[in-house]
């Protein structure tokens, strides 16, 4: 049975990465196990084209002894790849053994806070899905803005995509104001309440850290957090080692009332 990030306990701390050839995603998977994350997810964009096939991705599957994500958005640095391109690789890590495929809002449509309405690409995506489920992996159908969103937009549009038939959903939208910030803890502790399937509510922007670190304590089921900063990809999450230790201090699931 293959390794799932439905069958941990959550939040599930992710270790997130890249890297130009299968050397490199080995040993970021192997450093974030290392640390303590209980799963990996790796960004596909920088991967070198001759290295984009079944047989390296199944490589980074076997590396580790967690569940294995992978992505692949609209911003390869190698190719002007289309979305069925992606997909095909994506669909090929699935059948190599990943636990989840990242699956995104607006495939087959790019749209506005990267959600599509357009029936026919909606079915698409169904169908995407339905067969990368058939090649025996979970799904996440994912958005990024960098909009700042209300807890109502937020809701409605992870509703959304519970439709779809994907096994968690995840929203990532823009924190800059104190309000903003409020509205995100707000948001976090609504669809806790209100949607059917695990979630992912994230944010970015100047000040979304006290929601990366506290957002999990509140429901969203899966945190990514890097290994270490470095140049050569400027990632915005914060480290595991971070996350690991704001997660073990808040012991936010034991009640210390008397």
């Not at 640095?77 to 059948?95: F, G, T, V």
């Not at 806790?192 to 979630?199: A, Q, Y």
């Not at 140049?231 to 080692?241: N, V």
Request: net charge negative.
């Amino acid at each position: 049975m293959r390794p799932s990030f439905l069958r941990e306990r959550f939040p599930v701390l992710t270790g997130i990465f890249s890297g130009q050839t299968p050397e490199a995603l080995i040993a970021a998977a192997r450093n974030a196990e290392a640390l303590g994350a209980r799963g990996v997810a790796a960004e596909l964009w920088d991967l070198k084209p001759e290295f984009r096939n079944g047989e390296v991705l199944r490589q980074v599957v076997e590396s580790v002894a967690l569940p294995v994500m992978f992505t692949f958005y609209r911003n390869d640095i190698w190719c002007d790849s289309s979305d069925e391109e992606r997909q095909k690789l994506l669909l090929e890590a699935a059948s190599a053994g990943a636990a989840m495929i990242d699956v995104m809002g607006d495939l087959y449509d790019p749209s506005q806070h990267e959600i599509t309405y357009c029936k026919s690409a909606i079915q698409r995506q169904i169908e995407l899905i339905e067969e990368i489920h058939a090649r025996g992996a979970e799904v996440v159908i994912s958005s990024h803005t960098s909009a700042a969103r209300s807890c109502s937009e937020v809701v409605a549009q992870l509703q959304a995509f519970e439709e779809r038939g994907a096994d968690v959903v995840k929203i990532v939208t823009h924190v800059s104001t104190g309000d903003e910030l409020a509205e995100a803890f707000k948001t976090t502790i609504k669809l806790k309440e209100v949607l059917e399937k695990p979630f992912i509510h994230l944010c970015s922007g100047p000040l979304s850290r006290p929601h990366r670190f506290v957002g999990p304590t509140l429901g969203t089921a899966i945190s990514f957090g890097v290994v270490a900063y470095s140049a050569e990809y400027l990632y915005p999450q914060p480290t595991i080692t971070a996350l690991k230790n704001a997660f073990e201090a808040i012991n936010w699931q034991l009640s210390y009332d008397f």
